[in-house]
């Protein structure tokens, strides 16, 4: 497939939110001044953050194309939380009674994939996005490239900034991003990208992280972008929510 198309989108992603507003609110500050046409928010709006009505709020006020993540799920009361950890499922719990009604609907009505013009967004993998399976290794993204016709996918739910690529029938090799980094979708290459956590980053690097695809270049740019870590820990702590969650902020784990 051809990537270079006249007039095409630049589309801001983001994902893996996880209620923390002070991160979601850098990363649309940085996608406004990289001048995007459309945000897409890979899930996970809510769960384990301060903030889950704030951040669904300034999502739908962004018009974003939204996905739904297993955290908005374990929120809305549709999953048996007992698979969760225990600090996942004390969050679920308090988002539970924190969540309007009007953004407990909202959420309810996302898909957990969808197709965009000629590329994969999904919050897990494919083929089946219910399962939320956490892409982590290249045979992982190897079998969600199989399961779609596309040669782009963008993903989050491990909250680690990562590429990986297969060139031709050669194998599929990973590639951190954890620094962010510049892909050229040029070469005719099959690409899997997740763009990092905008609210919980897990790949050591605390800061919030985001992406821009630029359809007409036909590149993609994984960046970082620091944020009030302080207030949103703070807003943890003065909440039930166990404090581990917010010192994990500072240490991107
Ligand atoms: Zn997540």
């Keep these: 497939m051809r990537w270079a198309r ?6 801001g992603l983001l994902g893996d939110i996880h209620g923390n507003l002070e991160g979601l609110q850098a990363v649309v500050a940085a ?4 001048r995007v046409d459309s945000f897409l928010c890979l899930g996970d709006v809510v769960g384990y953050g301060a ?7 300034l999502v739908r006020e962004l018009d974003a194309v939204c996905l739904f993540g297993n955290h908005d799920q374990a929120a809305l009361g549709m999953v048996d939380l007992t698979w969760f950890n225990v600090y996942a499922r004390d969050a679920a719990e308090w988002t539970q009674h924190q969540l309007a009604p009007e953004h407990k609907e909202w959420l309810a009505a ?3 994939a ?7 967004v999904v919050h897990s993998s494919l083929p089946n996005p219910w399962k939320w399976i956490y892409v982590s290794t290249p045979s992982l993204a190897a079998e969600t490239m199989a399961a779609c016709e596309h040669s782009l996918v963008f993903l989050g739910h491990t909250h680690v900034a990562e590429a990986y690529r297969k060139v031709g029938g050669a194998v599929v090799r990973r590639r951190p991003l954890t620094d962010g980094g510049h892909i050229d979708l040029n070469t005719g290459d099959r690409w899997v990208i997740n763009p990092g956590s905008c609210g919980q ?3 050591r690097n605390p800061l919030a992280a985001y992406a821009v695809y630029d359809e007409e ?4 740019e994984v960046r970082r972008v620091a944020y009030d870590i302080d207030t949103a820990v703070d807003k943890i702590r ?3 929510l166990p404090d581990f969650l917010g010192l994990r902020l500072y240490y991107g784990r």
């Design 114 to 120: 969808r197709i965009i013009n000629g590329f994969v």
């Design 6 to 11: 006249v007039g095409g989108m630049r589309y």
């Design 31 to 34: 996608l406004d001044s990289e």
């Design 110 to 112: 996302l898909p957990p």
């Design 201 to 203: 980053p897990r790949d």
């Design 51 to 57: 903030d889950p009505n704030a951040c669904c709020a």
């Design 238 to 240: 003065q909440s039930d």
């Design 217 to 220: 270049a036909g590149t993609v």
